[in-house]
């Protein structure tokens, strides 16, 4: 702690000493430069960067005190953040200048807005993940929502200057038809569109690892990939505004727009079929005929002594409810008893001994329970096949009669 004390101390001097200068010669007092240098009549005062370069450097000296003092999984995202933050709140307290464009200020505000709700999110994503990992689709999707609503906001707000730029600008002949036609709308109808489907799609997340293997295959394919949510707004964004542009004001033959659509509209669905083809193949398929359909093994029951016959005892325990402390004690003196040295076992037994059961969220549902459990099954089962599969266990002490198998025993679990 002291250590970690004595890391800060520089950086808060040096942050103090830049935040005392700036309130004194920016806010207190007024510093103002002349331009008679520069050839302009006119003087420069340098008070409009006083509250962002104040809002700047308490960012980051935050930034900072949160990597040096504080610890736990978030303090890297919360510095991360804060640092972040530092550079958007600087944007947007300098946008109130007034020789800035006036979008400018809706747009920074934007950037701010979205820097802190995405350090937000990033925090609470870490934690909410330990209660249940299907919340965190839902907190992603409320995400998007606050995105979404933020980009509509600040899209109405920049138009009325996009709009007079574009009258004002040498290519108002070409672009006048496109304003005129009506773009606040089109493209806000865009952003709320691409932003419903985002947040809906995000939530079928919530189905990720589900027994079903088609509502899984929902949950990992769609709502953990946000790139497939990007492409299937690009393509809302086509329909609502491009196609429109393309058919009536870009002057091209419709036919060639319609086949060039069809043809789009095939590879996606080729691209889809492959995919689910694939998935079909390598998940249900291999499910169907390795969960339901298996090939006759025949079992042999090999009878040795009390203490092999206790072991198994002890495996079906630990596979079907988890207890590994006298599995392992036994299964160490076996190993000990048939000659194998210390380190031997260790190395055996390693796997056994680092294997922990994962743990069922703290607030689930009740398929959620039943599907942890199945996996632990699943897991420990291959724990052991593993663990007794590396080894070759000898009958222990007693005389050996003429019916006993003179090699070595190797066990299994099926």
Known sequence: MEKRVKEIVLPSVIYVAFLTVTVWFLVVQETIIPLDKLGYDATLSLSFLGAPLIAFLSMKYSSVVADKLLVGRATDRLSEGLNTVAYTAFLYFAADWSLVPGWVKPVSAFLLYVTIISALYGILSLYIRDINYIFEPMLTSIYMLFIGFLGSRTWLNVYPFFEDFVLNS?????????????????????????????????????????????????????????????????????????????????????????????????????????????????????????????????????????????????????????????????????????????????????????????????????????????????????????????????????????????????????
Not at 188 to 217: Q, R
Not at 238 to 264: C, D, K, M, T
Not at 347 to 355: C, K
Not at 398 to 404: I, K, S, T
Request: one cysteine or more; proline letters at 4%; hydrophobic letters at 45%.
């Open 170 to 414: 040498p290519f108002s002949g070409i672009l006048l038809p496109i304003i005129r036609a009506g773009l606040a709308e089109p493209v806000n109808n865009v952003i709320i569109v691409g932003t419903a489907i985002t947040t809906v799609l995000s939530l079928t997340g919530v189905f990720k690892n589900h027994p079903n293997p088609y509502l899984d295959y929902l949950g990992s394919r769609i709502g953990g990939q946000m790139e497939k949510v990007a492409l299937l707004n690009l393509v809302i964004i086509y329909f609502f505004f491009v196609r429109g542009f393309l058919v009536e004001l870009s002057g091209l033959n419709p036919q060639y727009i319609v086949i060039g659509e069809w043809i789009a509209i095939c590879m996606g669905f080729y691209i889809s079929y492959r995919s689910m083809k694939r998935y079909a193949e390598e998940s249900l398929v291999r499910q169907d005929i390795t969960g339901w359909w298996r090939r006759h093994l025949q079992q042999v029951n090999m009878h040795t002594d009390s203490q092999l016959d206790h072991l198994s005892d002890l495996v079906e325990r630990f596979i079907v409810h988890g207890e590994k402390n006298e599995f392992i004690i036994h299964l160490t003196l076996l190993l000990r008893n048939s000659g194998l040295e210390a380190y031997g076992i260790k190395n055996v037994l390693t796997p056994l001994l680092e294997y922990c059961d994962m743990e069922p969220p703290k607030i689930g549902l009740l398929w959620q329970a039943d599907n942890m459990a199945k996996l632990n099954n699943q897991r420990r089962r291959k724990i052991v096949n593993t663990v007794l599969g590396s080894i070759q266990l000898k009958p222990l002490s007693g005389e050996r009669g003429a019916e006993e198998v003179e090699g070595e025993i190797a066990l299994e679990v099926y």
